[in-house]
């Protein structure tokens, strides 16, 4: 695991990486950051990647790294689960990086970056997902097939359960859901697992997000 402070020359958003995984040195472009994870589109498709493979990702021969996990590949994106907890890491993450960069996506409550599996289930389609980042309204996801709704939808998070929610937005590999329970309800649920999306005193809103 590297030190922390190797991380003052992590790849940021936008910037050209190099990804090594799996016995390849992969180059790309890094599609987002987040405190507990990094999407990179490469420049070639990879050789068949397995979930949970280590890798390292890089911006120059001098710069430091990220370590993490494949979360997820589809064709030449690739996702990482951060190795580093995100206490280590934050600082060193730059304040660009972590801005919500659409609108609709600003939360009443605060947000925790995750990289979990789940579904989103509407009109009896059912697209698999990755969760994103997560707070007490509602969700982002990056969805492995698009789904083209726009009403009610049901989000499935194996560990989590069920969450009655409503699409408040999406893109061709993305997706805004605001939770229909309560923010007492999600917390909850989601609390105990995730305390950093419980605000020191948060009002019960059912629609916040």
Known sequence: MSNPADLKAAPTAGGKAKLRVAGQSLAGRVVSVTIGSVVVRLDEAPQ????????SLADGPSAGTLQGEVAWCAGRTVGLALTLPANEHTGFLTRETLKLKDPRERRRFPRCAVLMSGTVRALGIEVQCVVQNISLGGV?????DTLSHEGTAILNIPRFGDFDSEVAWQSRDAMGLRFHQTAQ????AIGDALPRVIPPSFEDSADAF
């Open 48 to 55: 068949p990647l397995a979930v949970g493979t280590r890798a």
């Open 140 to 144: 982002r996801l990056r969805t492995m």
């Open 185 to 188: 309800q999600v917390a909850g």
